[in-house]
C-alpha cells in the first residue's frame, strides 16, 4: 500500500495506459481521479474499481480545455489534497510530411502538450503549498523517432510532441525542485493496448521488415500494466531522488 492516504489524478483514464494505471494506483491504496473525455469508458472503469473496494471519482473532462479543467481541479478536492497527477492523454494524427495539414499538427500538439500544460498548472499550487508532489507525464519512445511509424505511414508531429514532453519535465523539475515535487515521464514503447495492439500485431503478423515485434529486442509488445508499474515507481517515496528523468519502458528498443 505504497500510496495509502494519496489522492491521485490519472487523465485519460478510461482505456490503455491510463486505465491501466488508475488501477495500478489504487491497488496501492490512492484514491483515484479518473479523468477522461468517453464518459461510457470512465463509466465502465468507475464500476471496476467500486466492484474492487477501491473507492475513486470519476470526472468527464475534456483536457486540453481550460475550463473542463479547471472543474476537474474542483472536483477532485472533494476528496483531499491532489498529490499525485498523471499526465497521460496524448496521441494525435499521423501523416507523411507532405500529407500533414496544419490541423493534423495542432491538434497532435494540442492533445499531447496542451493538455500537459492545463493540468500541471492547475495542480501545482495545491502541491506546492503542501510542499509534496509527483507528476508523472506520459512520453514515448517515439520522442526518438520510431521508425515503423516513421517509415510506413509518418510520425513527425507525434515524435515532435513526446520529445516535447522531455523538455517540459526537465524544465519543471528543476523550476518546482525546491517545492517538494518532483516532475518526471516515461516513455513506453509499443504497448498492446485496446487500440495500438491489434496495428501494431498485424505489422509482424504481415512479415513487415520494420514491424516493432521484430524490432524490439525483447521481440515481444509491452503490456499496459508494465508501463502502470514504472509510473507506479515514479509516483511513490521509493522514487523520492528522482525528478527530471525519463524512465524508457521499451523492451530494449
Not at 59 to 75: G, M, W
Not at 90 to 115: E, F, K, N, Y
Not at 124 to 153: D, K, Q
Not at 203 to 213: A, C, F
Request: hydrophobic share 45%; glycine share 12%.
Amino acid at each position: 500500500m505504497r500510496l495509502a492516504g494519496r489522492v491521485a489524478v490519472v487523465t485519460g483514464a478510461g482505456l490503455g495506459i491510463g486505465k491501466a494505471t488508475a488501477l495500478r494506483l489504487a491497488e496501492e491504496g490512492a484514491q483515484v481521479v479518473l479523468a477522461e473525455r468517453d464518459e461510457a469508458r470512465l463509466a465502465d472503469v468507475d464500476a471496476l474499481l467500486h466492484d474492487a473496494g477501491r473507492p475513486c471519482l470519476a470526472v468527464a473532462c475534456d483536457v486540453t480545455d481550460e475550463r473542463s479543467v479547471a472543474n476537474l481541479a474542483e472536483a477532485a478536492a472533494s476528496l483531499g489534497p491532489v498529490s499525485i497527477l498523471v499526465n497521460n492523454v496524448g496521441g494525435g494524427r499521423s501523416g507523411r510530411i507532405t500529407d500533414l495539414t496544419v490541423a493534423d499538427w495542432d491538434h497532435t500538439m494540442t492533445l499531447s502538450l496542451r493538455s500537459m500544460f492545463l493540468c500541471t498548472r492547475a495542480f501545482v499550487p495545491g502541491m506546492r503549498e503542501r510542499g509534496y508532489g509527483r507528476i508523472v507525464c506520459l512520453s514515448s519512445g517515439a520522442r526518438n523517432g520510431t521508425v515503423w511509424n516513421a517509415f510506413h505511414v509518418g510520425a513527425s508531429a507525434y515524435s515532435t510532441a513526446k520529445a516535447g514532453v522531455t523538455g517540459f519535465i526537465r524544465a519543471l523539475a528543476i523550476e518546482l525542485a525546491d517545492d517538494g515535487i518532483t516532475v518526471n515521464a516515461v516513455a513506453p514503447g509499443p504497448i498492446d493496448t485496446e487500440l495500438a495492439g491489434p496495428y501494431l500485431r498485424k505489422m509482424h503478423e504481415d512479415g513487415l521488415e520494420y514491424s516493432p515485434i521484430r524490432m524490439t529486442p525483447l521481440h515481444r509488445l509491452g503490456t499496459a500494466r508494465e508501463v502502470a508499474d514504472a509510473v507506479l515507481f515514479l509516483s511513490s517515496d521509493e522514487a523520492s531522488y528522482i525528478t527530471g528523468t525519463t524512465l524508457d519502458v521499451t523492451g530494449g528498443r
